[in-house]
């Protein structure tokens, strides 16, 4: 199977034309990428989630990462709760590969599963794979080293998005899988819609910023003991600066 991130990412056509026939799972936005069509969209935040329903070509199936043991809110989707395992209490901020198995054969099971997950959507993605039995998972559009979306300077593209943010429903957005357990003193903003529409006109950065990396190491690093003691093979498509650094293998 084959994870798309949401930064740029040269030879898409080729990438597409490689995996023909792979399952396709992406983050937010990356549905709206027309080099790369993806079939699973995974994200934490209801806004992105709905917004791709509102695309030209839907996803057949939204992924939506939430904090408690809530209900799906959309149509084709599934809620996962999780949390980022180096924040634990039971695992003393020192995960491990066995910790991260038991909590999962525990944990991962009933109507509302539990999954650990680095904080970040693309880590997320990764664990639910790995827990539906992926055998290879491979990577493609992740460098934090060049921080930018795929859309990057694309006005059409941007104004897409934009125009499917707009259609989707604010209360839902407000909810967003993890305020139905906060108090409205405590929530960040009542404008999900809106925060997230000045950071698509804004294009911020794709992976957080530089300060993001400390994430993505340990999160690249845990995957990788998870994988091999699950006999599952990584790997990553096209070039990436930053992925050559993770040990995991270019494929092409």
Not at 19 to 35: A, C, I, K, M, Y
Not at 48 to 62: D, N, T, W
Not at 124 to 145: C, E, K, S, Y
Request: hydrophobic share 45%.
């Amino acid at each position: 199977m084959l994870i798309a991130g949401a930064g740029r990412q040269s030879g898409l056509e080729v990438i597409a034309r490689q995996t023909q026939g792979w399952l396709r799972t992406g983050v937010h936005w990356s549905n709206f990428n027309p080099e790369l069509p993806v079939d699973v969209i995974t994200s934490t935040h209801t806004a992105p989630l709905e917004a791709a329903l509102h695309a030209l070509k839907p996803p057949l199936l939204l992924i939506h990462g939430v904090y408690s043991k809530v209900p799906p809110c959309l149509q084709r989707s599934f809620t996962i709760r999780w949390s980022d395992p180096f924040m634990l209490k039971e695992l003393q901020g020192r995960p491990t590969a066995a910790g991260i198995e038991a909590l999962i054969q525990a944990k991962a099971v009933g109507v509302a599963p539990y999954l650990p997950a680095v904080r970040n959507t693309l880590f997320l993605n990764a664990m639910v794979m790995l827990w539906l039995g992926a055998r290879q998972i491979v990577f493609t559009a992740v460098d934090p080293h060049k921080p930018e979306y795929f859309f990057s300077g694309n006005p059409e593209l941007t104004l897409e998005i934009v125009r499917c943010l707009a259609a989707t429903n604010p209360w839902l957005a407000e909810w967003d899988g993890r305020n139905e357990r906060l108090g409205l003193i405590k929530r960040p903003t009542a404008h999900r819609v809106q925060e997230f529409t000045k950071n698509m006109l804004r294009q911020r950065s794709a992976v957080g910023g530089s300060d993001y990396l400390m994430e993505f190491d340990r999160g690249f690093k845990l995957l990788r003991q998870l994988a091999k003691g699950r006999g599952v093979q990584l790997g990553y498509l096209g070039e990436s600066s930053y992925m050559a650094t993770t040990g995991i293998p270019r494929l092409a």
